[in-house]
């Protein structure tokens, strides 16, 4: 009798140990789906940082269609802005003016790698 009891106790401890496993597993699994899951905090991070960059190309973007805006309107009623766009856009000069025009500047090219030559 006393044999049977203690295969049995040594059975709980068994049972004890492998649920306390299963259970150290299953909350490791959890962890690591929370932190690297298809929307854990790692992909949290990574939109959130999406999120901002789209916000500040959206702000430049709203910027440079004011200044678009403002530009238009003066196109379309200040002649003085008029004459500027015909002269830069069309090299108009007026009578007596020299136009002084400046070749581009050379396309850089990168550098050959040397490592190719062997």
Known sequence: ???????????????????S????LLAGGLFAHVLLGSNGWMAYRQKKAEY????????????ENQRLDGEIKSLRSDPKAIEKEA?????YAKPGEVI????????????KDQSAKK
Request: charged share 35%; hydrophobic share 35%.
């Open 87 to 91: 002269r830069e856009q069309l090299r």
């Open 100 to 111: 002084v025009l400046y070749p581009d500047p050379p396309a850089q090219t990168p550098p």
């Open 1 to 19: 009798m006393e044999r049977l009891h203690r295969v049995g106790e040594k059975l709980y401890q068994w049972r004890r140990r492998l649920a």
């Open 52 to 63: 901002q960059r789209l916000q500040q190309e959206i702000k430049r973007m709203q910027e």
């Open 21 to 24: 496993a299963v259970l150290i």
